[in-house]
């Protein structure tokens, strides 16, 4: 069984520090990750994916990919109050279907 | 990206009845779904919508009771039956552009049972 695995959290930082989200992941040919920010009441918003191993750069967001560890991250650097929420890892193995994580909640504290 | 809409955004209904929220996107998708979030919890997909056929239902969730129609590509219908408070939930739809991986949501519908 495909198993996406987060910590719940909460995970707390102080305002302009540097947040650190991770994810690990069973399927061994997964192919395709992804990470979703979802406001409490709000649905999900896709905010970075990544495919290859390394890191990839979105503005104060970045993902960084370990295919052999199976683990993926997201680092959100200059944190703001309000990129309070809960993160969605998600990810795609050879089905078109991703499997989410639970999600992290993320609290930012000013 | 795509804009979807979700009608109704949020419902209370009674215990054994029915009730049937619409999925729109601004463009033709290829794959559209349906998920549950229960509060606190993460997403479970329900169904696979397919244009023209039958949907593709996930372990646990029936087509008696989550009949789903897509009759085109933008569209995508899911109806609840037979209510119950476990059916309580949020409900959301999202789709998948043909070639991307990536999947993007509508707001949701928010159902309340009594």
């Known amino acids: 069984q495909k198993e996406v695995e987060q910590n719940s959290g909460p995970l707390s930082v102080p305002e302009g520090a540097i947040a650190s989200l991770n994810c690990t992941y069973s399927?061994?040919?997964?192919?395709?990750f992804f990470w979703y920010r979802q406001y409490s009441g709000k649905s999900p918003e896709l905010i970075m994916s990544?495919?290859?191993?390394g890191d990839k750069e979105d503005g104060r967001f970045t993902a960084q990919l370990n295919k052999a560890s199976q683990y993926v991250s997201l680092l959100i650097r200059d944190s703001q109050p309000s990129d309070s929420a809960t993160y969605l890892c998600?990810?795609?193995?050879?089905?078109?279907?991703?499997?989410f994580g639970r999600g992290t909640s993320l609290i930012v504290h000013p | 990206s795509a804009v979807i809409s979700q009608k109704p955004s949020r419902d209370i209904c009674q215990r054994g009845t029915s009730l049937t929220i619409q999925c729109q996107v601004d463009?033709?998708?290829?794959?559209m779904f349906w998920y549950r979030q229960q509060p606190g919890q993460s997403l479970t997909l329900i169904a696979t919508?397919?244009?023209?056929?039958?949907?593709?239902?996930e372990s646990g969730f029936v087509i008696d009771k989550f009949p789903i129609s897509r009759p085109n590509l933008t569209f995508s219908t899911l109806t609840v039956s037979n209510m119950s408070p476990e059916d309580s939930s949020i409900y959301l739809c999202?789709?998948?552009?043909?070639?991307?991986?990536?999947?993007?949501f509508g707001p949701g519908t928010r159902l309340t049972v009594t």
């Open positions: 999202s789709v998948q552009r043909q070639g991307a991986y990536e999947q993007y």
């Open positions: 399927d061994r040919v997964s192919q395709s």
């Open positions: 990544i495919y290859s191993n």
């Open positions: 998600a990810v795609r193995g050879g089905s078109y279907i991703p499997t």
């Open positions: 463009s033709q998708v290829t794959m």
């Open positions: 919508a397919n244009q023209g056929s039958e949907a593709t239902y």
